[in-house]
């Protein structure tokens, strides 16, 4: 049973255009959403992550747009770059303490076009 | 300069050997992680340990082993028994007595049976 699902599975977006990648999900004890950026060949980094108690939060060029009626979550790329073109994973997990772990969506990989 | 060191980077296994391996962190976490990483399907928990002497199985143990002997190093086993072993393997760490709290991943070893 997959508990977090991510769309699309790839995407190509033109440069300065907006990269939008959707995660949804299926346990309400869920409470802590982050996202992680992948480049080829190295570990996932954590790009942003939202608490269920904001309906968003923006960091630089990219934003978490939380709706928790839905069960849903969603990553904006503003002013989409080259640099930006990596796999990026949504993940959810129940924090603190005696938690097993992050639980991923499968992954979108981003190609921006110069 | 903290962070989670992985060894090694590639590895190769020949059909019927055991391979180890190995995760080291210098965060000070009580938390650690392994994950195995294939094309298309996002990140799966093998196994995770959130304190030293104890750990427990995640959604893809089977052919797998680990150990915790120390809080700095939880490392992998890929043993015969497992039947499909080439992937991309990442350790993580994290803090999770203190809620919301990122992972923090290695660089990951890319294991290919030969």
């Known amino acids: 049973q997959q508990q977090v699902k991510q769309s699309p599975q790839s995407l190509i977006v033109q440069k300065g255009g907006i990269s939008i990648i959707n995660c949804a999900y299926e346990?309400?004890?869920?409470?802590?959403f982050p996202w992680y950026q992948q480049f080829p060949g190295k570990g996932p980094a954590l790009l942003i992550a939202?608490?269920?108690?904001?309906s968003e939060k923006k960091e630089g060029r990219f934003t978490i747009s939380f709706n928790k009626s839905a069960k849903q979550f969603s990553l904006h790329i503003m002013d989409s770059q080259p640099g930006d073109s990596a796999t990026y994973f949504c993940?959810?997990?129940?924090?603190?303490?005696?938690?097993?772990?992050?639980?991923f969506g499968k992954g979108t990989h981003l190609i921006i076009q110069p | 300069d903290g962070g989670i060191t992985q060894s090694p980077k590639y590895l190769f296994r020949k059909e019927g050997q055991n391979v180890t391996l190995s995760c080291e962190q210098n965060?000070?976490?009580?938390?650690m992680y392994w994950y195995r990483q294939d094309p298309g399907q996002g990140l799966r928990l093998i196994y995770y340990?959130?304190?030293?002497?104890?750990?427990q199985k995640g959604d893809i143990a089977e052919g797998y082993s680990v150990s915790r002997e120390k809080k700095e190093s939880f490392p992998l086993t890929v043993t015969s028994a497992q039947k499909n072993p080439t992937a991309f393997y990442l350790c993580?760490?994290?803090?999770?007595?203190?809620?919301?709290?990122?992972?923090?991943f290695g660089q990951g070893t890319r294991l290919t049976v030969v």
């Open positions: 993580a760490s994290s803090n999770d007595r203190v809620t919301g709290t990122e992972a923090f």
């Open positions: 346990n309400t004890a869920f409470d802590y």
């Open positions: 939202i608490r269920p108690d904001v």
């Open positions: 993940a959810a997990r129940v924090s603190g303490g005696g938690a097993d772990g992050l639980t």
């Open positions: 965060l000070n976490h009580d938390a």
């Open positions: 340990s959130q304190i030293v002497n104890d750990f």
